[in-house]
């Protein structure tokens, strides 16, 4: 059963904030969210994670409803260099597992 | 600073041999993971190590074994290889317990014939 659901593909526009939505209806209170990307061909990359409240870091914004139910990642400013797979993931705490779903293509146009 | 290498980049195999895929970290990460990936597909876990010594099995381990005898190394071995092993491999490493980001290794591209 997929944890997490998320569009299978989006176009942004270069320079424009680009919001990747991610529904996880079932989360429990002990799993966190997680985001990785894939730009092609290379390894997975660590972008952000959070439990509850909302995360910022250098690369971008975690925002979390209230009810943990859907999250958005923000890129603020995409680059071309954003071009990748999206992966948004619910990890149990204490689980060395990471689950990739299939994620959102996302495809930044200049 | 390396980070994570794998070893080889890319390799055709013949249904039946034996192959070691190696991945080596200078982090000290404790926590090492092996992933595979298909075509079209997210990432799926085969075999981690939280620690130095001791390994544990992930989603899809059947025809893989791994060995931790160091923190730097996790070689994931597939004894005799067959066709529907053909994929891209990743290794990763996280630091002190499973809730830390993992860092990924370039990937093993494995063509099994």
């Known amino acids: 059963d997929a944890k997490t659901t998320q569009p299978t593909s989006m176009d942004c526009a270069e320079g424009r904030a680009a919001n990747l939505p991610c529904n996880h209806s079932t989360i429990s209170g002990n799993e966190y969210v997680y985001w990785y990307r894939q730009i092609h061909s290379q390894g997975p990359q660590y972008i952000i994670h959070g439990l509850k409240n909302n995360e910022t870091n250098e690369m971008a914004s975690l925002i979390i409803t209230e009810d943990r139910k859907s999250s958005t990642l923000i890129l603020p400013h995409a680059t071309l260099r954003d071009t990748a797979v999206y992966y948004c993931i619910v990890r149990v705490v204490d689980d060395y597992k990471l689950s990739f779903g299939a994620g959102t293509t996302v495809t930044v146009r200049a | 600073i390396a980070g994570i290498t794998q070893a080889p980049t890319s390799q055709i195999l013949a249904a039946g041999r034996r192959m070691t895929l190696r991945c080596t970290q200078d982090?000290?990460?404790?926590?090492m993971y092996w992933y595979r990936q298909d075509l079209g597909l997210g990432l799926r876990l085969i075999h981690y190590s939280n620690t130095a010594g001791t390994t544990g099995k992930g989603e899809v381990p059947d025809g893989y074994s791994v060995s931790r005898a160091n923190t730097d190394d996790f070689p994931l071995t597939l004894a005799s290889a067959v066709p529907s092993q053909t994929s891209v491999y990743f290794c990763?490493?996280?630091?002190?317990?499973?809730?830390?980001?993992?860092?990924f290794g370039p990937g093993t591209r494995l063509t099994v014939l």
């Open positions: 990763a490493s996280s630091a002190d317990g499973p809730n830390n980001e993992q860092f």
């Open positions: 982090m000290r990460h404790n926590a």
